[in-house]
């Protein structure tokens, strides 16, 4: 009985299969699922470099390091201290961080989670 009901089953599978009701037949069921890379797509990052009296900070060297391949993108502040990277991977993790003279301010994670679009953060040298 248990061997019938199996044959059973198995013949109504491949029938179902072999009448296209399953998109891709009896092979697509022996290859595993390939997963989708996610293109998220690009984002900006911007803003402003800062001095500890929250004064505008012109030359200071901004960094943006992808936390995956290791590289780093850096682009120097203008006269009123603004920063901005284009073309920045939303679904990759960033470091970003600002250094003039010595000085270094916190590092602020661009994250994969955050959705925007337009990522705005002022960074501010100790």
């Known amino acids: 009985m248990r061997i019938r009901r ?4 198995a013949a109504a ?3 179902v299969l072999a009448l296209g009701a399953i998109p891709g037949g009896p092979e697509a ?5 390939r997963a989708a890379a996610q293109n998220l797509g690009e984002r900006t990052v911007s803003g402003t470099v800062l001095d500890a009296k929250s004064n505008p900070v012109s030359g ?3 960094f943006l390091k992808n936390q995956k391949t290791k590289t780093i993108r850096s682009f ?3 006269a009123n ?3 901005y990277f284009a073309q920045v991977d939303k679904d990759q993790d960033f470091d970003l961080w600002a250094e003039k003279n010595g000085r270094k301010s ?7 989670w955050d959705s925007r679009t337009d990522f705005v953060s002022d960074l501010k040298l100790k």
């Open 106 to 112: 916190d590092v602020k994670t661009v994250s994969s």
């Open 6 to 9: 199996a044959t059973l089953l």
């Open 60 to 62: 200071a060297v901004v």
């Open 13 to 15: 599978l491949f029938s």
């Open 29 to 33: 069921m022996l290859i595993a699922p």
């Open 76 to 78: 120097t502040s203008i």
């Open 81 to 83: 201290g603004h920063f």
